[in-house]
């Protein structure tokens, strides 16, 4: 996707943005080194950073607007990133190219100016000449090959991660998060052990900590309601299991509201099946996954069991939820008095009147209902207060 923020400025018609934490960290690196240069080396090492960063995601950007993609480049806290959001397909090799460029320019341009300078970047007694020669050999060659290193989220990881998309289409980067991190996780903990490892401790902990966040993020991305994957292991066959993981989402409370695909499919026996197989009383916890229940056990025809189940959860939690839930169940069985009581209990909770009107109108449930008086009232008339206190079905 293309960078969105205003851009500082432009580079070759790059929008670049400079965040604040880049600015912060540059300042963090020309402070911290002491030593005999007496904050020469810092300077030098802040001032190459920041033109090598650019300089490796300019790569980046020009080879993806070769393939047709508009691109960006945001300058953040410890790294910069190019964004692009491409106009046509981009095919797997042109995305390796893009990967390669930032690296490749970036090692390309440093090595031109240390040789530039009379330095051999492969000597180190020639390396050490300086403090500007030695903060642009590590600004310089020694990221832009550390960002070969095949891990998330470095350039190299990126490589493999369309490597696998080739083979086994959408397997990439879930493979590659967990791959990445056990790699790290071992090079971290080689750190007690190998003094060449010790000496990037820093960095590898760094890099460790972004991998635990793109965990909890795949793991959040690729999350399923425990609906459709009751559904899924009944459909498999194994009873147990499908029973076992819809009463641990029922019962562990999660901020997740996951909307099951089954919601918007025709019945289901599967998940009927398992439903009708749950520990009676039923299991709650989990005011989300109790509503969604409470709705499926309304469509299955339960109707007067999710009316017990909702308003029992209303009890213990009131919200709009639980007793819309017990509104949806009461209408169902023909009781449109205490759906309009309980609907009035759903717009206390904090439910919008316009939100009260859609979702009569949209459930099938009110369809015997929502003509008769106590929801003419309920709808047309005043919002204030309910007329009565909702009664249990």
Same mark, same amino acid.
């Given at each position: ?301 339960? +109707?007067?069991? =999710?009316?017990?189940? /909702? !308003? $029992? %959860?209303?009890? *213990?939690?009131?919200? &709009?939820? +639980?007793?819309? =839930?017990?509104?949806? /169940? !009461? $209408? %169902?069985?023909? *009781?449109?008095?205490? &759906? ?8 206390? !909770? ?7 009107? &859609? ?35």
């Amino acid at each position: 996707m293309a960078a969105t923020r205003t851009p500082h400025f432009r580079l070759l018609g790059f929008p670049v943005h400079v965040g604040y934490g880049f600015v912060m960290f540059m300042v963090l690196i020309a402070v911290m080194p002491r030593g005999d240069g007496g904050g020469q080396f810092g300077l030098w090492l802040a001032g190459s950073v920041a033109a090598f960063t650019l300089i490796h995601e300019l790569g980046h950007a020009l080879v993806a607007r070769h393939v047709g993609a508009e691109a960006g480049i945001s300058l953040e806290f410890m790294a910069g990133y190019t964004s692009f959001r491409p106009t046509r397909p981009i095919s797997r090799p042109w995305s390796v190219a893009i990967s390669l460029a930032g690296p490749a320019v970036h090692i390309a341009t440093s090595v031109a100016v240390l040789v530039a300078m009379g330095v051999n970047p492969l000597d180190h007694d020639s390396v050490l000449e300086s403090h500007a020669t030695q903060a642009i050999w590590w600004a310089g060659p020694f990221i832009g090959l550390m960002n070969l290193v095949p891990v998330l989220p470095l350039d190299g990881g990126n490589v493999v991660m369309t490597a696998i998309d080739g083979v086994a289409p959408g397997k990439g980067r879930p493979i590659m998060v967990w791959v990445s991190l056990v790699i790290t996780g071992a090079a971290l903990a080689s750190a007690a052990f190998v003094d060449e490892t010790r000496r990037f401790v820093v960095f590898i902990g760094i890099l460790f900590a972004l991998q635990l966040a793109a965990v909890f993020d795949e793991r959040s991305r690729n999350a399923v309601s425990p609906f459709d994957a009751a559904a899924k292991a009944m459909r498999n066959g194994d009873e147990a299991k499908a029973v076992r993981i819809l009463s641990r989402g029922l019962s562990r409370p999660t901020p997740r509201r996951l909307v099951p695909t089954e919601l918007s499919a025709p019945s289901d026996l599967a998940l009927e099946h398992v439903i009708s197989r749950l520990p009676r009383p039923l299991p709650a916890g989990d005011p989300w996954n109790e509503y969604l229940l409470a709705t499926f056990l309304t469509r299955f025809g339960r +109707a007067n069991e =999710a009316a017990e189940y /909702a !308003a $029992a %959860s209303f009890h *213990d939690e009131p919200s &709009a939820l +639980a007793a819309s =839930a017990v509104a949806r /169940a !009461a $209408a %169902s069985l023909g *009781d449109s008095a205490t &759906a309009a009581g309980w609907l009035r209990a759903a717009r206390d !909770a904090g439910l919008a009147d316009t939100d009260l009107r &859609a979702l009569v109108t949209a459930s099938r449930e009110f369809a015997t209902v929502r003509d008769s008086p106590e929801f003419q009232e309920l709808l047309g008339g005043p919002t204030g207060s309910p007329t009565a206190e909702p009664r249990r079905t």
